[in-house]
């Protein structure tokens, strides 16, 4: 994690008495509106999430943050549910445009101490040198960042993380930098993945239809990327896994629309408070899994034995498969070394795995449908890992 090079300490640290106990915090770390090419008034958006259910909220809107003065042109049905929701004293208007909010000015209408978080991000987008569409992610950015475009994918990677860092260090905030959907338009290799000496995130699963999470006759997977590039990090390069994310990437929130829609996909962050730091700390730790639905009341990995255990959050005649996925010495990624049903599952590793992870399938489709996978599903982070 970026900001742990800067020695920031959690406010909480050492206070000992009174601290409680760690518990999971629902987030979305990829969300567009009106500040790019969403079709929402950022607090329409937020209040989305606050409503059903989330903890924490990015807003994730490319190469801009929601700062400065912008009037957009927008009128009716998304006009008349925006003033019915916040009213007409909170809407400007003048000549038939409207004045979207500044982030500052969204957190304060829906921010709430222990049950809501809003997180700025900048989605910085461009192209490599070689032609390559990449997206990033930097979340709790203090500053617009334009796109730094290098030679190659890796090199542009490489920049534009570079950039983000010197950032975080100039303006003093914790800043979680992520790589965003690497199949969409086929723009993002393995072997750049695996490159980039401090990448720490990948996004394994993006609620967007049609951006080909799920690979085709000729790509693979985003999922099986995420392995591919793990093997090849920890193989040639001897670094650590990228750890998985999942994320909404939400753009379409009309009603009518299903592309783009929130609610597809998420976060899972232990942690004992829901603040920036904490829950960036956290993710940094590899404590939280993603999910497209499937809930998991706890994950645990025993060093000693070297075993992963899991506890499923499931409902009445809801049934689960969870498939340990690994990548085995001498680097043949993806790897399903086991396959549990029920709610329990384990998995002790044999000693000729680089890691394990696990990737629970439940019976039950999505609460918000999606094209790329009919099942609800979750992923935990890889162990077993030295």
Avoid: C
Wanted: no cysteine.
């Amino acid at each position: 994690m970026i900001w742990l090079a800067f020695g920031i300490l959690l406010t909480w640290a050492g206070l000992g008495q009174g601290r409680p106990e760690e518990r999971w915090w629902k987030g979305n770390l990829h969300t567009h509106s009106f500040w790019s090419d969403g079709d929402e008034f950022p607090e329409m958006v937020a209040d989305w999430y606050r409503e059903h259910g989330y903890h924490f909220l990015t807003l994730s809107d490319h190469n801009v943050l929601s700062v400065g003065e912008k009037w957009i042109k927008v009128g009716g049905d998304a006009l008349l549910r925006y003033e019915a929701k916040f009213g007409k004293d909170w809407v400007e208007a003048r000549r038939g445009e409207v004045r979207l909010k500044t982030f500052d000015e969204v957190r304060s209408r829906v921010e709430e101490r222990d049950r809501f978080l809003m997180m700025p991000s900048e989605e910085i987008t461009g192209r490599s040198g070689d032609g390559r569409d990449i997206h990033m992610n930097a979340t709790n950015l203090g500053e617009v960042l334009p796109v730094e475009v290098g030679g190659t994918l890796a090199d542009t990677i490489v920049r534009n993380q570079q950039a983000v860092m010197a950032s975080a260090k100039r303006t003093g905030r914790p800043v979680m930098f992520h790589v965003n959907h690497p199949n969409y338009k086929w723009g993002v290799s393995a072997d750049a993945l695996a490159a980039v000496a401090d990448l720490q995130f990948v996004e394994i699963w993006n609620g967007v239809d049609n951006d080909n999470d799920p690979g085709d006759a000729t790509h693979i997977s985003s999922e099986a990327m995420w392995d591919v590039a793990n093997a090849l990090r920890m193989t040639q390069y001897g670094r650590g896994p990228l750890y998985g994310l999942a994320t909404d990437d939400a753009h379409d929130h009309q009603p009518g629309k299903t592309r783009a829609i929130p609610g597809r996909a998420w976060v899972m962050v232990k942690a004992r408070f829901l603040s920036t730091e904490s829950l960036l700390n956290a993710m940094s730790s590899g404590e939280f899994y993603a999910s497209s639905g499937v809930r998991l009341k706890d994950v645990r990995f025993d060093r000693e034995a070297r075993r992963l255990d899991l506890a499923i959050e499931g409902v009445a005649g809801e049934k689960f498969v969870t498939k340990f996925v690994g990548v085995k010495k001498g680097g043949k990624a993806g790897v399903v070394l086991a396959e549990v049903a029920g709610t329990n599952p384990s998995y002790a590793m044999r000693g000729d795995e680089l890691y394990v992870r696990a990737v629970v399938s439940s019976s039950l489709t999505p609460e918000v449908p999606s094209q790329e996978d009919p099942y609800q599903r979750a992923w935990t982070q890889p162990v077993g890992w030295r």
